[in-house]
């Protein structure tokens, strides 16, 4: 299932890898907080991408297990029409600062 995610850059990674300056240079970048970072988002989009024609489709957004939910769905209708060469991808969306 790892696959199906997409990676999105995320503007708090460079916040969090800033050199370290002070007393916690020893330390270095807290890669906690750097990983926490790349899952901050405002929900997930299931991506339909036909590679023959072209066409994307988008739907969302979801919660993270719903979007796995309906990533699976699709997959089992694309399949069940016989459309196996149609990717399902889930990606992560955010939305504007002071949007949410």
Avoid at 38 to 51: N, S
Avoid at 58 to 67: E, I, R
Wanted: aromatic residues 4%; charged residues 25%; proline residues 7%.
């Amino acid at each position: 299932m790892g696959d199906r995610f997409a990676s999105h850059p995320c503007t708090d990674l460079e916040r969090s890898l800033r050199p370290v300056t002070g007393e916690d240079a020893a330390e270095g970048p807290d890669w906690v907080e750097a990983l926490a970072a790349l899952d901050d988002c405002d929900g997930y989009i299931v991506l339909m991408v036909d590679p023959e024609t072209g066409e994307v489709d988008a739907h969302g957004p979801y919660g993270g297990p719903d979007a796995t939910v309906a990533a699976e769905s699709l997959r089992a209708s694309l399949d069940a029409e016989g459309l196996y060469d149609v990717s399902i991808r889930i990606v992560r969306l955010h939305l504007p600062r002071g949007a949410a």
